[in-house]
């Protein structure tokens, strides 16, 4: 029998790439249509309907949002309602993987940074991400639910307004100049393709209360993603810092430990930084 997966946030960038890859894999992958916000909605959608699995992708995913009441109404109180009605109008309990994010670790001085690694969020995006799986945790939520903390990731079809994109399209359109803020920042640029895989074998083989990152272990910093660019498009393209883009709160690095992860669900295949870039130069180009 095909397995029913619910998915929320189908519209985003992880989701567009999640549906292909869910239907790839055979699951019979539906979208959700209401607004987390709205609980009434999301009742009458989900009442008497079945589904195996859901995956838990809606929510604010930029850490410069300006309203910062709307990040906790819809990552933390959304994803409650949400949960509530798949507990209370489905015909039957399925699994769920909810997605949180590593930004709830902040400026952990710890690397490569492991699932009890203490948190240290330093931004409302990354609070409410944190007071989310805390009340996933505490509220009688009554379902079996991982969570799993995605680090940085990126692929074609990300929104222009975070920096790897940024990047890309300035040197496909071969900008003479790009501004950016702190180049000495490291992050785990992975691969999107890489996470939604993840995502989908967490669905079937995470624990349910257990937390996992979702990582490589390996990071890199803007200079070498610049560097990079360079060598793929041999252009060469003058880097000016803004301090404007400079958070006085910035993550300096941001890397995980997959080990978890890989003994639930066997290790993953990761695109080079280089192929995921070159992804990106080539789909845009088209």
């Known amino acids: 029998m095909t397995t029913r997966l619910l998915i929320t946030g189908s519209d985003g960038f992880t989701g567009r790439h ?4 869910s239907r790839e894999a055979g699951y019979d992958a539906v979208e959700l249509a209401s607004d987390l916000t709205d609980e009434a909605g999301l009742r009458a959608e989900l009442r008497g309907r079945h589904f195996d699995r859901v995956l838990h992708l809606a929510a ?3 850490v410069t949002h300006a309203d910062e009441m709307e ?3 819809v ?7 949400l949960l509530r009605a798949l507990r209370e109008e489905l015909e039957s309990v399925p699994r769920v993987v909810v997605a949180s994010s590593a930004n709830i670790y902040g400026n952990s001085a710890a690397s490569p940074i492991g699932e009890d690694t203490p948190p240290a969020p330093v931004n409302h995006y990354a609070m409410s991400k944190l007071a989310m799986e805390h009340m996933v945790r505490t509220d009688d939520i009554g379902l079996p639910v991982v969570i799993a903390r995605p680090f940085n990731y990126t ?3 990300h929104d222009g307004r975070f920096v ?4 890309v399209a300035h040197f496909r359109a071969r900008e003479p100049v790009i501004e950016l803020g702190n180049l000495d920042v490291e ?3 992975n691969d999107v393709r890489t996470v939604c895989q993840a995502y989908l074998k967490l669905l079937e083989h995470g624990v349910p209360g257990e937390t996992y990152n979702i990582c490589s272990g390996r990071a890199h910093s803007l200079t070498e993603v610049i560097d990079t660019l360079r060598r793929l498009t041999g252009h060469a393209i003058e880097v000016a810092v803004n301090p404007a883009f400079v958070r006085g709160n910035e993550v300096h690095r941001l890397c995980g430990d997959p080990a978890r992860l890989y003994a639930a669900v066997g290790e993953l295949a990761h695109p080079s930084l280089e192929q995921t870039l070159q992804w990106m130069l080539s789909a845009g180009a088209d």
């Open 155 to 157: 692929g074609v079809g």
């Open 187 to 189: 992050r785990e640029f």
């Open 75 to 81: 990552n933390l109180f959304g994803t409650l309602a």
């Open 18 to 21: 999640l549906l292909q890859a």
């Open 71 to 73: 990040l906790y109404r």
């Open 60 to 62: 604010i995913s930029a």
């Open 164 to 167: 790897i994109p940024k990047i």
